[in-house]
């Protein structure tokens, strides 16, 4: 089926650094999504798109966070500072309408 | 503020049992209902879905939904030592295109 790429696989950082996670979506999909899932626990939604322009973001979205399409094509997730409550697992999905297509994370990890 | 809740938390059950798992949404403005199913370390993959109040088969899996109660459930038939994952139900809900996913439940299949 359709491949979302999400790189890197993991990441360790100390508190208080940059780190930025990308996402290569399907390419013809329209809907864009990142979520937040710390281990064991529930999926959160963060930010979603529509051809490449946010639509909502959630509560979680702090502004520490910000979104980027650097080329139109690729997304990324960018954390500057980070802090010890940013450890999780970050998902990203694509979909043309409804079903979403995952990519296998980014592993965070803030010491 | 849209909320899914899923029941059970943890399900074990024998090799060759039918599992039932039950999802709650919390607006009737709700556009269609997801189940996804995610192994560990992995991201979540789609199963099956439903839009119109009624069932839907689709192989071993059938799902019910019933919009006036808010309530979906997905049953899986002759269940498989494979099956065993975390399953999560996801409700996408009209105007912001925001996909919201229950904490899952976890089915473990006793070979």
Request: contains cysteine; positive net charge; hydrophobic residues 35%.
């Amino acid at each position: 089926g359709p491949k979302v790429l999400q790189i890197p696989s993991h990441q360790i950082i100390d508190m208080g650094q940059m780190v930025t996670l990308n996402c290569d979506p399907v390419s013809n999909h329209l809907y864009f999504y990142w979520y937040k899932q710390i281990l064991g626990q529930q999926m959160e939604f963060l930010v979603n798109f529509y051809n490449g322009k946010v639509m909502e973001k959630s509560k979680l979205f702090k502004d520490q966070f910000s979104v980027e399409r650097p080329d139109g094509s690729y997304f990324t997730l960018k954390i500057q500072p980070t802090a010890l409550e940013d450890s999780a697992v970050y998902f990203c999905a694509s979909s043309s309408r409804e079903t979403l297509y995952f990519g296998s994370g980014t592993r965070l990890t803030v010491l | 503020q849209e909320k899914v809740q899923q029941s059970p938390e943890s399900l074990i059950v024998p090799e060759g049992a039918m599992v039932s798992l039950n999802c709650s949404f919390s607006d009737s403005a709700s556009q269609s209902i997801w189940w996804y199913q995610q192994h560990p370390g992995k991201g979540p993959k789609a199963l099956i879905s439903i839009f119109s109040n009624g069932n839907k088969k689709e192989g071993r899996l059938t799902v019910y939904l019933n919009r006036a109660s808010l309530h979906v459930s997905l049953h899986i038939k002759d269940s498989q030592p494979s099956d065993s994952a975390v399953y999560l139900c996801a409700v996408r809900y009209y105007g912001n295109e925001k996909i919201t996913f229950g904490a899952g439940t976890k089915l473990t299949i006793k070979p």
